[in-house]
């Protein structure tokens, strides 16, 4: 554990920026929205902004990213392909504890399944992560019900707490104990460290009681939607109020699906791209021919949450997919965002 | 772990002949120009590839064994923006091949049963293989079955296929076509109907059956009402596939992938996972 001065915590940025692309959080002085992007300018970064109406999953698993180019000449029958996997270092700064985890259910998802997916491995290979503790809850945050925060626990290399006119800097990988070395930054004692813990308790104090109270619903919901015992008209009544939008997937910390498409960039070439997609659209599993297995809009709904709740999922994520951000919550038009789900089942168990 | 090592960038292939099957479906014979891994080319029946045509796009499509050793073949209807690219490729030409994926048939475990054949329309194709093997280790199996609907005569796939297994002694072919044509002496009607007429054996006897899902609703029907368990209905499923190694999720069904845990399930597993097929 260590200790930086308040006013010199951005040093760690501009060291991360000699080797690495750094992205953060950023307020956008207009619309006051924060966004967590790339930046070249290190003083732009806003550690005590809020949390980015984005999750930082597009530093891993970018909106639409190139995975190879071809040329195909046919008169000539000659194919070329050339892989394009981004390697470039990046390091992600003032990370909240949940996008951390999300991240790192992408990580078990993409690289410890069967397969490993070379194209995700190549973003996170060179990576340095920040993370920050969450010294309050921001609106419609329920982390604390999904075990993903306010403070991160583990898969950073530094995490910072605000105690103040100080940052605590905590090392979590032999990287982030060599940058804090690198620093020089002096050492912190057992004080700092209580005073976290004093900070972390007071933070968790203040999430709404409602986002308290539904810990111990979650796991239930989590049995309900594994076992599928939820009643056909709950279903209903959730697909009623999805207008098939997508983004709650986009905006989703652990959402991963994406579709690949070629699109043709000259006579003789294309690409192959990557772009983000969401099993609430109907053209998500309709095969050429036009059969569709999952037509009706429950069908699809219900595929969200048993991706976000359900136990056999969890299995992949080792954990709940759902990591309690609560940005769902914010985008949805309709009135379906997870916690609400959780609530919707829950008035059915209790019925 | 796996050891493909084309999962994520094809290796080119070069069409080496094409043959025209029935109305829009073709067969595509094409050999490797060279494994980058450089070793050779081996799957299991049952397995499939992703096939990219270069400039429209790829295509999940099950791939059948092959009796040449570096020659291999795909069997493919012309339905969509990509397969209908396919078809307008001349000999030649290349296309791009990543896997083999999936699980593939489970011959071991069927050893010594009898092995009954349900397909409607080119659901024969991905059967085919599994046909073919035990066609030829028959000693290995009990009875052999066909039962095959199509929707007219010019429909049914394999024809030459077809007339060297009804001539194959031991192997017993029911065909029956929706529409028949002048000149059709065989049985009419969807093929669930003829598993009523034939003498089928239950014990010790394993279904396969493909095709569209209809068909196969009313074929489980008919072979559950029949007595047959329902781990002892094999199915080859399809769906909506983009990465082909269990990452894209578009195939997902119930709690499983198709590509990853598929495409080659048991009729118990498929009633488990609370989705239409």
Redesign the interface.
Known sequence: MYIINKSQVLDIARELQKEHQVYGPVMEKETRQVMFVAVDDIAELDLSAPIPAVPPKHAVFPHFER??S?T?D?RN???E?K?DYDEKPKALFGLRSCDLTGIQCLDR??LG????????RNHRKKMFIVTNTCNAPFRQCFCVCTDSGPSAHEGYDLNLTDLGDQYLVEAGSEQGKKMAERLSLSKADDSHRKRKEAIVDKSVSMFDSIAKDNKAWISRVVNRVTT?LIEEKVWEYIGDQCIECGACAFVCPSC???????P?TGI?S?DRMRTW?S?SYEG??????G?N??KPVE?RRN?RF??KL?Y??SKKYLRPGCVGCGRCAWVCPGDIGLPNVVTYIRREIQE | ??E?NN????E?A?IEEIKDEIVEVKTFYFSFDGRTDGKPFTFKSGQFVMC?V??????AVSLPPSPEKDRFHLTVRK?????SALHELKT???V?IRGPFGNGFPFDDIKGKNVIYVAGGIGLIPLRSSIMHVMQNKDKFGRILLFLGARTPQELMYQYNLNEWKAAPGFETHITVDNPVPGWDGETGFVHTLLKKADIPVKDTVAFVCG??VMFNAVIKELTDLGFGEDCIISTL???M??G?????????G?TLVC?DGPVYTYRQIKTL????
């Not at chain 1, 991963?256 to 070629?262: A, K, L, P, Q, R």
């Not at chain 2, 999962?7 to 094809?10: A, D, G, L």
């Open positions: 995975i190879m071809y195909y046919r029958k000659k194919v392909i892989p998802f993409y399944q069967e397969f490993v997916d070379e194209v995700y599928g991963s699906c994406f579709n690949i498409v070629d043709v003789d294309a997609d099993c998500y599993s309709r095969m050429a021919g059969h297995p999952r069908d595929k048993f991706c359900s056999s999922q | 772990m796996s493909i999962t994520t960038i094809p080119i070069t990219t270069f400039g429209a796009g790829e295509f339905v969509g923006k990509v397969t030649g030409d290349k791009g569209p899902p399809e769906r909506h983009k990465c190694i269990g990452k894209c999720q578009h195939c997902s069904i709690r990853t609370g989705e239409q097929i």
